[in-house]
Nanobody, 119 residues
């Protein structure tokens, strides 16, 4: 049974940092593309960052480039999103996802963790 444990969200001030973690189980983690998505109230879900199996390829939405870093630890079946220089517009529910194809929609989704950036 596929399961994700997402953690690390919370309330931070603008300019602050958070690290999100997503510990996965129930599938062959090392062979999957992992990604982070976010959904703000009233807005469409957005791909934030993606990392290939093996970690050799990453991509980010333009709005977070230079501020966010996605990484993975296959030994722990965990994907991370380091978020620095946070802005109020980063406020959203952040969801972990896994997919067999780097370029296609993910197959499995986590429940999400709330990130709120506010002074």
């Amino acid at each position: 049974q596929v399961h994700f444990v997402e953690s690390g969200g919370g309330l931070v001030q603008p300019g602050g940092s958070l690290r999100l973690s997503c510990a996965a189980s129930g599938f062959s983690f090392s062979g999957y593309t992992m990604s982070w998505h976010r959904q703000a109230p009233g807005k469409e879900r957005e791909l934030v960052a993606r990392i290939s199996h093996g970690g050799g390829s990453t991509n980010y939405v333009d709005s977070v480039k230079g501020r966010f870093t996605i990484s993975r630890d296959d030994a722990k079946s965990t994907v991370y999103l380091q978020m620095n220089s946070l802005k109020p517009e980063d406020t959203a529910v952040y969801l972990c996802a896994a997919g067999r194809n780097y370029y296609k929609p993910s197959d499995y989704w986590g429940q999400g963790t709330q990130v709120t950036v506010s002074s």
